[in-house]
């Protein structure tokens, strides 16, 4: 998962890159790069690390240009190292390019082989350069050729792309990732991964970029191009709704706060039998769900857990032993608050089970009499290949354990996960577009190589 932004014909592109980064660093934390265009010239500056402490007045300063993209990265394909950063920039027979991407393409690994016996040479090691390496090998026009392109790969991918003086952003056909366009002082145009990096900038929301659409903004001017009708059964990424996705951001023309506080209130209609002395967030993702389930089941919304906001999100965390160490760090119980007490816990999601059997062990050693734990989406059985992090089903505690299993993996006295239907109406589904839901039954949108499906 990873988080674009873009602005065009602004004298401050890069700055309020830099601003709109800001508000998508909840999608990656360990690279952040812009990428500006002035006069045939590109200027850059990517690193590892957030944003904040990659970017200081000095470098700003001299990425000069009216047009630039910047990218938020936690590697899904592709190693976590600095040659990884994007954007990317290349020079090809077509001029200067540079490309900022938020997904996974699933054929990447045939495309790549393919393009390696006809004699390419890669820099990166992330799915994203495959992508400039088929532009190049295009005949026509730039655009036309970005248009063959993407018909020959398959999976997600919302993509920014800058060609000369153009800003160009396209989504796929079944929409997996989130692409929003906006617009500043009637002349700048801003496209990102979500509505808050348009408000961050001072812009205004106007509207999501279409599955299968091409925008191409130039000098202040805007056309479209649907290069790909959207699939007939959309497949929007509900996790961006339990998980990714900011609380204030709007998807489907609300906020994403109305529907993880539904998530809530389906699972306090769930758990109408289990008895508790306080409903507690795992903070800051289960926030929203707990009080939407404190509102429909009557039961007191206690915080029983501090987090330490210094520390980044620990399932985004690159490796399992970052993971374990970031969650001692996050969390702390609220003794005087625990002891004692019945506990319904609620978090967003179960992956590997680290962060759940830390917590339930922390605050039954604060005193905590029964901790009940419930999940604001259903058990995660299987790889993502989209564009989150889970590639080996054996990473996945409920790919190999029953519920039953889980709960005494976890040691919490009962477990209750939110059932796909009551997700699926929590995110709002409706009779225009569609979730793609494969984490929790297994069943790919796309085509999957067989090879990876046992991972």
């Known amino acids: 998962m ?53 970017f200081t007045g000095d470098t700003l300063n001299k990425l000069h240009g009216n047009t630039a993209i910047g990218h938020v990265r936690y590697s899904t394909a592709g190693k976590s190292h600095e040659q990884n950063a994007q954007p990317f920039f290349f020079k090809c027979k077509k001029g200067m390019v540079s490309i900022a991407h938020n997904g996974n393409l699933t054929n990447a690994k045939e495309l ?30 730039f655009e036309k050729a970005i248009e063959k ?86 497949k929007l990424c509900v996790f961006e709704q339990v998980y990714f996705s900011r609380p204030d951001s709007i998807v489907l023309g609300r906020s ?101 059997k830390k917590l339930v062990k922390i605050l039954k050693e604060a005193g905590a009499r029964k901790v009940h734990m419930a999940i604001s989406s259903p058990p995660i059985i299987s790889p993502c290949f989209y564009g989150i992090d889970t590639p080996n089903r054996q990473e996945l505690i409920a790919g190999h354990k029953t519920i039953e299993e889980i709960k005494k993996y976890i040691g919490v006295d009962s477990l209750t996960y939110l059932t796909k239907e009551n997700l699926i109406k929590a995110a709002g589904e409706n009779k225009y577009t569609g979730f793609c839901s494969a984490c929790f039954t297994g069943k790919y949108p796309t085509k999957i190589d067989k090879k990876y499906l046992g991972k």
Do not use: W
């Open 2 to 54: 990873c988080g674009i932004i873009g602005v065009e014909n602004n004298k401050d592109s890069s700055a309020l890159a830099y601003l709109g980064l800001f508000s998508l660093q909840h999608r990656g934390q360990e690279s952040a790069g812009i990428v500006a265009y002035e006069k045939g010239k590109i200027n850059y500056y990517r690193r590892m690390g957030m944003v904040q402490n990659v």
């Open 112 to 141: 790549r082989k393919n393009l390696e016996k006809e004699g390419a040479i890669f820099q990166h090691s992330s799915d994203t350069e495959v992508i400039v390496h088929l532009i190049a090998r295009e005949k026509g026009s």
């Open 149 to 234: 392109s993407l018909k020959k790969v398959e999976g997600a991918y919302s993509l920014l792309i800058v060609y000369e003086n153009k800003l160009i952003a396209v989504r796929d056909p079944y929409g997996f990732r989130p692409l929003v366009l906006g617009k500043k002082n009637g002349k700048t145009y801003m496209i990102a991964s979500e509505t808050p990096a348009i408000e961050g900038m001072g812009g205004k929301y106007l509207r999501d970029i279409k599955p299968g659409e091409m925008v191409v903004v130039e000098k202040g001017k805007l056309k479209s191009h649907q290069l790909e009708q959207p699939k007939k059964d959309l």
């Open 256 to 356: 994403v706060q109305q529907a993880r506080l539904s998530m809530g209130k389906y699972l306090a209609e769930q758990m109408k039998n289990v008895k508790a002395d306080m409903v507690a967030p795992v903070p800051d993702s289960g926030m929203f769900a707990t009080l939407g389930f404190a509102q429909a089941s009557g039961i007191d919304f206690q915080m029983a857990l501090v987090r330490n906001h210094y520390v980044g999100r620990s399932f985004i965390k690159p490796t399992q032993k970052l993971r374990e160490e970031a969650v001692k760090m996050k969390l702390f119980p609220v003794s005087d608050t625990v002891k004692g007490k019945d506990i319904i816990l609620i978090d967003d999601s179960i992956v590997r089970g680290t962060t759940s």
